[in-house]
């Protein structure tokens, strides 16, 4: 532990007297380095207790309602939030806030439908509540990969935006910036665990809405308060015009519309990251709470990155100094709301925007890659593979290691999709997580007649039909491809994939004989009160 501790050190510090030494924001480095030392202060203290699963997948249990709203807040508030949605917002006004709005509409879901439940029927992960009514190896295989789908998906959105910031603020270069997340992100997930990761979470999100907030309120300081001023003078300086203030710039047809907004809002109740965080709590009530307080920080959250985005297209679409040879904005759209923090504040407040935006990518992939880790580790090695015969020194040692892969794999993708929108990579994993981890989870807990069959053989289709529409579609194979038009002309696939998924699932269930045995819906009944009553 010390010798690994003692390279990691070795590693970060030179890299960052590397990149003051080449004029950066030495307030931004200061900060960096403070939080990192932080952080791993608190990973070093969590390590020593994450030697049995209960601490290592759900800190024990004993995170309470607030302080899990907070992390979930903080898992939640991602670099999609605060650098995509604000560039989004930047490059085409009103349609940014889909993203934002979709993000907080699905926030009833789980405060009503699932957070309780959840609590009360599963342990770790939701591949266990979805595995207690039926067969264990077909459902966690499938759960496991929706959850690595959608993880690998996030995680590229926020390397992408953790590789553009940190090239940005120490000039160093955009691979080696996504290398030094990278491992920062494996040392937190590999010896803290979720001890660590809930930690950073909640010191992470204290920070970044608190450095919104300010960043909102010079914003808003500037035209006397006024939202209305704040908007006209947008529309005046925006190359668009009045157009910035009605949708149809960034998503102009009402499926692609309509199909955006069902995979942010189902897709929020499928993510493995925030649905992990209800067993962190000591019971229903807590999870309960716990949602209630994150819908609360999110929500207000959002509202300030309107205001940033909007101020960002007043003070940076005419300043050079911001921008290329080409009019566009430095490191692309996903830079707005730090190069506003440094029109409106200068260098200090843009060292500490830049810190908390860091911070906010460095605990969002935490949780991500302990997601991942535990769908490897938990679902496939000791469930499928070993077929539930295996120690916890053992499940241990494999989610550890498949943390290290994961982490890894980021890397090398993050490198791979440079210059994408955070935004819009956050928007295909919400796709997924809508298309396949969602319909099973909410079948399970609502449908008596959902069989093993069903359950794995529908959500497999919709699994396969949102990766294949993601690939054939503009974003991949135009923009990543290279190809010149698309096979399958909508960039968001959840209407049709969320539909196949829901439909396939029903129909096979239906036609499985299985289906209408006693004992299944006597389990479910039995099962049902359970979820309600918090019995175990």
């Not at 469930?383 to 015969?389: A, D, E, H, L, S």
């Not at 791979?416 to 396949?436: C, I, W």
Request: hydrophobic share 55%.
């Amino acid at each position: 532990m010390t010798v690994f501790y003692y390279f990691i050190f070795l590693f970060f510090f030179p890299s960052l007297c590397l990149a003051t030494s080449g004029g950066s924001n030495y307030f931004a480095a200061i900060i960096f380095i403070l939080f990192v030392f932080v952080t791993l202060l608190i990973t070093y203290y969590a390590s020593k207790k994450t030697n049995i699963k209960e601490n290592y997948y759900a800190a024990g249990g004993k995170i309470s309602g607030f302080q899990n709203g907070l992390a979930i807040a903080g898992d939640y508030m991602s670099a999609a939030s605060f650098l995509g949605i604000s560039g989004l917002v930047f490059f085409s006004g009103f349609d940014g806030l889909i993203y934002s709005i979709g993000f907080l509409v699905g926030w009833p879901i789980i405060l009503f439908l699932i957070s309780e439940r959840l609590k009360n029927l599963g342990k770790f992960t939701f591949a266990d509540v979805t595995s207690i009514r039926l067969e264990q190896s077909k459902i966690r295989i499938l759960s496991a990969i929706g959850t690595l789908v959608t993880v690998i998906l996030y995680l590229i959105a926020q390397m992408v935006g953790a590789g553009s910031l940190i090239q940005i603020l120490f000039g160093l270069p955009y691979e080696v910036a996504v290398w030094i997340v990278g491992i920062l992100m494996i040392i937190y997930v590999g010896f803290g665990g979720m001890i660590a990761t809930t930690w950073v979470q909640i010191i992470k999100a204290f920070l970044l809405i608190f450095g919104a907030s300010i960043l909102a309120f010079l914003v808003f300081k500037e035209f006397s308060f006024s939202l209305s001023n704040l908007l006209n003078q947008a529309t005046l300086i925006h190359d668009s015009g009045q157009e910035i203030l009605f949708p149809g710039r960034l998503i102009d047809d009402p499926i692609s519309a309509i199909s955006l907004g069902i995979a942010l809002i189902l897709g929020t109740a499928g993510l493995p990251h925030i649905l992990m965080r209800f067993f962190t709590v000591p019971d229903a009530k807590s999870a309960r709470i716990s949602a209630l307080y994150a819908t609360t920080f999110i929500g207000y959250f959002y509202i300030l990155t309107f205001v940033i985005g909007f101020g960002a297209i007043v003070f940076l679409t005419k300043d050079s100094s911001y921008l290329d040879s080409t009019g566009n904005l430095l490191g692309s759209n996903n830079m707005a709301a730090i190069h506003l923090s440094h029109s409106i504040g200068g260098e200090f407040f843009l060292g500490f925007i830049s810190a908390v935006a860091f911070a906010t990518i460095l605990a969002v992939v935490s949780g991500l890659t302990l997601a991942g880790a535990s769908a490897v580790g938990r679902d496939l090695f000791v469930y499928v593979i070993k077929k539930g015969n295996v120690d916890d020194k053992k499940e241990l040692l494999v989610s550890k290691s498949s943390s290290v892969l994961i982490g890894i794999l980021a890397i090398f993708l993050g490198i791979f999709f440079e210059g994408q929108n955070v935004a819009f990579m956050v928007g295909l994993a919400f796709a997924v997580a809508a298309s396949t981890n969602f319909p099973i989870l909410f079948l399970t807990i609502t449908w008596k007649h959902l069989t093993t069959n069903g359950a794995f053989y529908g959500g497999m289709i919709g699994l396969i039909t949102t990766i294949a529409l993601v690939i054939l579609g503009p974003t991949i194979w135009i923009e990543v491809f290279n190809f010149k038009k698309a096979i399958f002309p909508y960039k968001y696939p959840a209407i049709f994939t969320v539909s196949i998924s829901f439909i396939s699932i029903v129909l096979i269930s239906l036609l499985d004989k299985r289906a209408n045995k006693l004992e299944n819906i006597e389990k479910f009944n039995k099962l049902t009160r359970e979820a309600y009553l918090g019995n175990k």
